[in-house]
């Protein structure tokens, strides 16, 4: 019988991915912690999804089908949430893969860091790098790439918290290269944002979780084969969907402000992560270092209907993101460029102090050794 304590529920959020989802769950199925409850929710999809999901869950009886209405990436994680009844929850994207012994590792991990005298494990978090595969010109894939924090997690003690290690919110927001304990989740109501498509709503799940946690366990392993999207795709998502990202940026800010975090290093890092996204959008709407370009309109269809955001819009929008952040700690962030720090003085209408290039450099030397040292 299996154990409840040991139970993992994996969320599987799919639309219309039957070219890659049974290489996904074949890879969940291989695992070595057999104690698994799948999820596989069907967010309305208009091919051959379903079909897929149905024949996995007729062969294994630890799959099971959702199938629900189209409502974004945030509202199949959701509804998994609600109908997990694993102890622990790992998310799934369906065109990536994981190592066999992906979850069997971490949770031993996280067992000799710290149990309970019940047997159950009380970290809130088990957190792992990843691997990016690549593909190659000819859309095959390539060769893999550990995150850019591969190696670079180095905590004084185990378990930590967000501010002993903040490089985990400075890199992309790797949701799925995690252990959630399930109780942990709902004592803090830990939900997704809902919103069309993908929507950007693995950042305010980021912050809520890792800002939250009192007991984060890191394991410097890479299981998770991530699958990238290509840059074309974001920048076409900020041109059409500026109010998503807007409202991610805001969201995010909001959990730094209703949390009362002074941090530098977490507040260093949550403004690199703003201002990198703030220069996506601004190229996606031709608003170089700000200021709005001719009259062009951008259609929005959010739960008022259909309307118009013009690029004056935009950039008013981005400038109160803006003016939510510290412009010492931008200055001071050796991760961004001097272009997006002009950027950002424009929209906050703060000065911009003389600035050497120099940490920006060092900073980018740090990641060129880093990947020559890692990329095979």
Same mark, same amino acid.
């Given at each position: 019988?299996?154990?409840?304590?040991?139970?993992?529920?994996?969320?599987?959020?799919?639309?219309?991915?039957?070219? &890659?989802?049974?290489?996904?769950?074949?890879?969940?199925?291989? *695992?070595?912690?057999? !104690?698994?409850?799948?999820?596989?929710?069907?967010?309305?999809?208009?091919?051959? &999804?379903?079909?897929?999901?149905?024949?996995?869950?007729?062969?294994?009886?630890?799959?099971?089908?959702?199938?629900?209405?189209?409502?974004?990436?945030?509202?199949?994680?959701?509804?998994?949430?609600?109908?997990?009844?694993?102890?622990?929850?790992?998310?799934?994207?369906?065109?990536?893969?994981?190592?066999?012994?992906?979850?069997?590792?971490?949770?031993?991990?996280?067992?000799?860091?710290?149990?309970?005298?019940?047997?159950?494990?009380?970290?809130?978090?088990?957190?792992?790098?990843?691997?990016?595969?690549?593909?190659?010109?000819?859309?095959?894939?390539?060769? &893999?790439?550990?995150?850019?924090?591969?190696?670079?997690?180095?905590?004084?003690? *185990?378990?930590?918290?967000?501010?002993?290690?903040?490089?985990?919110?400075?890199?992309?927001?790797?949701?799925?290269?995690?252990?959630?304990?399930?109780?942990?989740?709902?004592?803090?109501?830990?939900?997704?944002?809902?919103?069309?498509?993908?929507?950007?709503?693995?950042?305010?799940?980021?912050?809520?979780?890792?800002?939250?946690? *009192?007991?984060?366990?890191?394991?410097?392993?890479?299981?998770?084969?991530?699958?990238?999207?290509?840059? !074309?795709?974001?920048?076409?998502?900020?041109?059409?969907?500026?109010?998503?990202?807007?409202?991610?940026?805001?969201?995010?800010?909001?959990?730094?402000?209703?949390?009362?975090?002074?941090?530098?290093?977490?507040?260093?890092?949550?403004?690199?992560?703003?201002?990198?996204?703030?220069?996506?959008?601004?190229?996606?709407?031709?608003?170089?270092?700000?200021?709005?370009?001719?009259?062009?309109?951008?259609?929005?269809?959010?739960?008022?209907?259909?309307?118009?955001?013009?690029?004056? *819009?935009?950039?008013?929008?981005?400038?109160?993101?803006?003016?939510?952040?510290?412009?010492?700690?931008?200055?001071?962030?050796?991760?961004?460029?001097?272009?997006?720090?002009?950027?950002?003085?424009?929209?906050?209408?703060?000065?911009?102090?003389?600035?050497?290039?120099?940490?920006?450099?060092?900073?980018?030397?740090?990641?060129?050794?880093?990947?020559?040292?890692?990329?095979?």
């Amino acid at each position: 019988m299996v154990s409840m304590k040991e139970l993992v529920t994996v969320i599987v959020p799919c639309y219309n991915v039957e070219g &890659t989802l049974e290489r996904c769950l074949r890879s969940i199925a291989a *695992q070595t912690h057999e !104690a698994l409850e799948v999820l596989c929710v069907n967010d309305g999809s208009t091919d051959g &999804t379903l079909a897929v999901m149905e024949r996995f869950a007729a062969g294994d009886e630890r799959f099971r089908v959702i199938d629900k209405p189209n409502g974004g990436y945030g509202a199949a994680c959701n509804r998994g949430l609600d109908e997990a009844r694993g102890a622990w929850i790992a998310i799934v994207e369906p065109d990536d893969t994981i190592r066999p012994s992906m979850f069997e590792s971490m949770l031993a991990h996280a067992r000799n860091i710290d149990s309970e005298d019940s047997g159950e494990i009380a970290i809130d978090i088990i957190k792992a790098p990843y691997l990016t595969v690549l593909p190659n010109a000819d859309g095959s894939e390539g060769r &893999t790439i550990p995150c850019r924090y591969f190696g670079r997690v180095h905590p004084a003690r *185990q378990p930590f918290t967000i501010e002993e290690t903040p490089r985990l919110l400075r890199h992309r927001p790797s949701i799925w290269s995690a252990l959630y304990r399930t109780a942990f989740l709902r004592e803090h109501h830990i939900r997704f944002v809902e919103a069309p498509g993908a929507g950007w709503t693995d950042n305010p799940f980021l912050y809520d979780t890792l800002l939250r946690a *009192q007991k984060i366990a890191y394991l410097n392993e890479a299981f998770y084969e991530y699958r990238e999207e290509k840059p !074309a795709k974001t920048a076409a998502f900020a041109h059409d969907h500026p109010e998503q990202v807007i409202g991610r940026l805001n969201e995010m800010a909001a959990i730094i402000e209703e949390l009362a975090v002074t941090d530098e290093g977490v507040l260093s890092a949550h403004s690199k992560r703003t201002v990198n996204y703030l220069r996506i959008l601004a190229d996606a709407h031709d608003l170089g270092d700000g200021a709005p370009p001719a009259e062009t309109y951008v259609e929005v269809i959010d739960d008022t209907g259909p309307r118009t955001w013009s690029p004056p *819009q935009v950039r008013h929008a981005m400038a109160s993101v803006a003016k939510r952040l510290d412009p010492a700690i931008v200055f001071a962030e050796p991760e961004l460029s001097l272009r997006n720090k002009r950027l950002f003085a424009m929209l906050a209408d703060v000065p911009m102090p003389p600035m050497s290039p120099l940490p920006r450099l060092r900073a980018r030397m740090s990641e060129a050794l880093w990947l020559l040292r890692h990329a095979r």
